[in-house]
């Protein structure tokens, strides 16, 4: 099929779809980039379930895509990727065993490359990505991850009530048993996506292909992190005035019986090569937990990753708490919020309540020429911020979000410097915490 737009539109290959983030990048349409979409991938059941995806995006009945795949199926499909080069821009997401190997590749060979985290899965791998992005630089290329949660609102307002001293104050330094900011995510096996019960394959239970929770969700705290304490700024794991150290890293498991890992993955009994990890013959040890502890320009931050099979009452759940000075910023996702993440401001100490409320609603008022309508009620969790449903967006969207922003970036020819040096500091900080979790 021929483009479908000038030669120097931005023209998509999918490698080897494992995982529905690919598919969640086409969610929607872009008008920078080329309808046809070639893929590259091994035949089986991963790629017609990624394909499928697309196909329900093509078909449903508001606003409905046009993508094109050109489906390429063969065990050589990297190699026959770089070989026809139909694209200019790698996506990947999948089984993270080959990924540094799929990203180097493309850099090697001129290809920007947007990728699912986590881009290495193992502290030996961090050389490897350091020399990659330094060859993407060299080539002026456009490397970036899917980092979907800068995107949640109640996130996006955190960060811009911290950043408002008369009502945070200063960020506290914390210490590492009282951290200045903590990220909790618990994360379950068995859920819907996209409207779908989601299936996953039985390597996503490996963690030498998947990667254990603490190289892999915590990927997205630590970049929230270093994106909420310090906006726009270059975070250099170099440079000895970030003071970067991991203080305290451990993992555990979870278990899973057999019949639910067959619930999950839809096959029968486990692979081979799972069974170093089965006990008794029926239950899977997964290290698919795992909490760290990190010092960053003197503030002590705290990211903390969970699995369970599944939330019969709602889905996955975020935990953050940022402390201030004068207020404490507060996101909770539990039943009390109907699982709905929900952002609270509670005053430190016992302030006049009614000079709080006056200094938490000028806060807002600071806010609204981006976010109208935002308003605070009194709750025992304290000040909930009502935010109106037009800034609600799902999980799945989020990645329309991210995708256009690296479209910004493609347009830049870059990305900004503080997001480029982040992405590296941010695998430095995750391998790091691996290596001590298990020393």
Not at 244 to 264: C, G, N, P, Y
Request: hydrophobic share 35%; with cysteine; charged share 25%.
């Amino acid at each position: 099929m021929e483009s479908s737009q000038r030669d120097n539109t931005v023209r998509l290959m999918t490698l080897n779809p494992g995982h529905f983030h690919a598919g969640l990048v086409q969610m929607n349409q872009y008008p920078e980039v080329d309808s046809v979409v070639h893929v590259y991938a091994p035949d089986g059941e991963e790629l017609q379930a990624h394909l499928a995806m697309i196909e329900q995006f093509n078909t449903r009945q508001e606003n409905p895509t046009n993508w094109h795949q050109e489906v390429y199926r063969g065990e050589d499909y990297l190699g026959k990727m770089v070989e026809e080069k139909p694209g200019n821009v790698m996506v990947v997401a999948g089984n993270n065993a080959r990924k540094i190997e799929y990203i180097t590749t493309a850099i090697n060979n001129g290809i920007n490359v947007l990728a699912d985290k986590p881009m290495i899965i193992k502290p030996d791998q961090f050389s490897t990505l350091k020399a990659a992005l330094e060859t993407a630089d060299e080539k002026g290329l456009v490397v970036n991850d899917i980092m979907t949660e800068r995107h949640a609102i109640t996130t996006i307002l955190q960060k811009e009530l911290a950043q408002i001293p008369e009502l945070f104050g200063q960020l506290e330094a914390g210490t590492p048993e009282k951290p200045a900011i903590v990220k909790e995510s618990v994360h379950f096996f068995y859920k819907t996506v996209a409207g779908e019960t989601l299936v996953r394959p039985a390597w996503f239970f490996d963690v030498d292909q998947q990667g254990e929770a603490i190289v892999d969700v915590s990927t997205h705290l630590v970049d929230m992190i270093l994106w909420q304490l310090f906006p726009n700024q270059p975070i250099d794991y170099r440079d000895e005035d970030n003071g970067i150290e991991v203080s305290h890293a451990r993992v555990w498991d979870t278990e899973l019986r057999q019949s639910q890992f067959e619930l999950i993955t839809q096959q029968e009994g486990f692979p081979e090569y799972l069974m170093g990890d089965v006990e008794s013959d029926s239950v899977l040890h997964v290290t698919s937990n795992g909490e760290f502890v990190f010092k960053v320009q003197d503030a002590f931050a705290k990211v903390s990753v969970e699995w369970g099979f599944t939330n019969p009452e709602g889905g996955d759940t975020h935990y953050s708490h940022m402390r201030g000075t004068n207020a404490n910023l507060v996101i909770r996702q539990n039943v009390e919020q109907d699982y709905v993440a929900t952002l609270y401001v509670e005053p430190v100490g016992e302030p006049d309540s009614e000079e709080f409320e006056d200094l938490l609603n000028n806060a807002l008022g600071q806010l609204h020429a981006r976010f109208p309508g935002l308003s605070a009620v009194n709750t025992p969790f304290g000040c909930k911020i009502e935010i109106p449903e037009q800034f609600n967006e799902s999980h799945e969207e989020h990645f329309t979000r991210v995708t256009e922003n690296y479209l910004d970036a493609l347009e830049e020819g870059q990305l900004p410097e503080w997001e480029r040096t982040n992405l590296l500091t941010k695998y430095y900080i995750t391998t790091q915490a691996y290596e001590k979790s298990h020393n």
